[in-house]
């Protein structure tokens, strides 16, 4: 049976980033996971990578995410997940948006899909 990793998707766009709900990014990454942001170092394990959300959605003015798959490859305990994004953003009321496209490799952690490496840069 396919995974459904549009549950943990959703999470993120409607919890994290919707609610500014950062703890239930606990229910995204695994505990051993990393995101390598572009132009920056690579942030490893969950109270980091919750550190750097909190901190970047503030700096953005992040309001909203919208992520779009694309592609996905599965594997018998990974799935490789292809998309694009749109982050929607609010600096000084002037509301924008920026335009990137990732990778996600997804491991399985107690009973439910979670991104284990996410990575992401500027769509073109």
Do not use: C
């Not at 051993?32 to 003015?61: C, D």
Request: no cysteine.
């Amino acid at each position: 049976m396919t995974p459904d990793l549009s549950i943990t998707n959703r999470i993120f766009e409607e919890e994290v980033v919707g609610k500014g709900d950062f703890g239930a990014l606990t229910r995204v990454y695994t505990t051993g996971a990393r995101v390598l942001p572009p132009g920056s170092e690579m942030i490893t394990g969950a109270e980091n990578i919750a550190a750097f959300w909190s901190g970047a959605a503030v700096a953005l003015g992040v309001t909203a995410i919208k992520l779009n798959t694309v592609e996905v490859e599965y594997l018998p305990d990974t799935a490789i997940e292809i998309g694009r994004a749109t982050i929607s953003t609010s600096n000084d009321g002037v509301a924008g948006s920026v335009d990137v496209k990732y990778v996600v490799v997804w491991k399985q952690e107690d009973g439910a899909w979670k991104w284990h490496i996410d990575i992401w840069n500027h769509a073109a």
